[in-house]
């Protein structure tokens, strides 16, 4: 094109207020370089559209065109008793569609022959193993948005056929991938570490265990840090807030504090050791979970050890018994038997 005439149609472009498909929003960074492990171009799908995540992560991919992945269909889904869901799936659905030009299909079999791979974003656990199956079954590298389901059993179902049909996926709260959490793990400069609290909301979801829905984020912060060793938990309602710690095998104490009032702002993390106590800087976001989402689906090498997402829920499960039991300690081996 001469210069003339591309003056022509940037001329046009501003007085009409529309952008030519061929002319991407000034946002993108044209000029990144896709990293090492972006090697293919791939098309996501998209499994429930009820969830505030789904305009969010459809954005952020957008936003990253070096990382090779494009949203390109979803199917709402979503649960009629389930106000949550019920209420917003329409919503989302439009939002993708319109400003994304993601296409809207009638059913998961029709999202999977348009698709290489796949988010579930039901906000609503129970259906996970439905929906996950065909998916894992077509081969098709799955990330399961929180909670991966709505019961321990099912946790084990999905994982099982994940294995069953050599399909990869995993599941994550954005919280594991707070930008503070390599250095509260490994190097958080208060010597010998002695106890781990993560602080989050704790808001409910019908039909799921109190800690599935938004404790989940506090619970998958507090294993980024200490990772694998849980033996018993105990929970118990601490003035304001909901509180479930944990005995480490190494004899570290891990704490899951659950604020129930909107207005109590305490550090995500807070690690406590020998030499003093050292805290995360800030809530975060979602831009680190969906690299990994990305590096996940090009590479099909998960970033969370799969038996470590078994036990942030058998954490879950066990401080559900220990409330329905009056605080007793629930140890994790039971969960197990």
């Known amino acids: 094109m001469s210069q003339m005439r591309l003056l022509i149609v940037l001329t046009l472009v501003v007085a009409n207020g529309a952008m030519p498909a061929t002319v991407r929003?000034?946002?993108?960074?044209?000029?990144?370089?896709?990293p090492h492990w972006a090697t293919n171009d791939l098309?996501?799908?998209i499994i429930g559209t009820d969830t505030s995540h789904v305009p969010a992560f459809t954005k952020i991919f957008r936003s990253h065109p070096e990382w090779k992945i494009k949203v390109v269909a979803a199917f709402k889904g979503g649960s009629r008793d389930l106000p949550t869901?019920?209420?917003?799936?329409?919503?989302?659905?439009?939002?993708?569609?319109d400003e994304h030009g993601v296409e809207i299909v009638e059913s998961i079999d029709a999202l999977l022959a348009k698709v290489d791979v796949v988010l579930l974003m039901s906000v609503d656990g129970r259906p996970h193993l439905a929906q996950a199956t065909p998916a894992l079954k077509?081969?098709?590298r799955l990330f399961i948005d929180k909670p991966l389901a709505a019961s321990l059993a099912d946790v084990h179902r999905i994982v099982e056929l994940s294995k069953q049909t050599g399909t990869p996926l995993f599941s994550a709260s954005s919280s594991r991938f707070h930008s503070d959490i390599p250095r509260?793990?490994?190097?958080?400069?208060?010597?010998?570490?002695?106890?781990?609290?993560a602080t989050y909301a704790l808001n409910t979801l019908e039909f799921h265990p109190d800690l599935f829905f938004y404790g989940i984020h506090g619970v998958e912060a507090l294993y980024a840090v200490m990772g694998t060793?849980?033996?018993?938990?105990?929970?118990?309602?601490?003035?304001n807030a909901d509180v479930t710690t944990c005995k480490w095998n190494d004899g570290r104490v891990g704490v899951?504090?659950?604020?129930?009032?909107?207005?109590?702002?305490?550090?995500?993390?807070?690690?406590?050791?020998?030499?003093?106590?050292?805290?995360?800087?800030?809530?975060?976001?979602?831009?680190?979970?969906?690299?990994?989402i990305a590096e996940f689906f090009q590479t099909g090498r998960p970033p969370v050890d799969?038996?470590?997402?078994i036990e942030v829920f058998e954490f879950m499960t066990a401080a559900q018994l220990s409330k329905e039991r009056n605080g007793a300690e629930v140890s994790l081996a039971e969960l197990r038997k």
């Open 25 to 34: 929003p000034l946002s993108q960074d044209l000029t990144a370089e896709s």
């Open 43 to 45: 098309r996501a799908g």
């Open 85 to 97: 869901s019920a209420n917003r799936v329409e919503r989302f659905a439009k939002t993708i569609q």
């Open 138 to 140: 077509a081969g098709k």
């Open 184 to 197: 509260l793990r490994d190097d958080p400069g208060v010597g010998k570490v002695t106890k781990v609290q």
């Open 229 to 239: 060793g849980c033996v018993s938990v105990s929970r118990k309602s601490e003035g």
């Open 256 to 292: 899951y504090h659950g604020t129930l009032k909107a207005d109590e702002r305490q550090p995500l993390i807070r690690v406590w050791g020998e030499n003093g106590t050292t805290d995360s800087s800030d809530s975060g976001g979602y831009d680190g979970l969906v690299q990994a």
């Open 306 to 309: 799969v038996a470590q997402t």
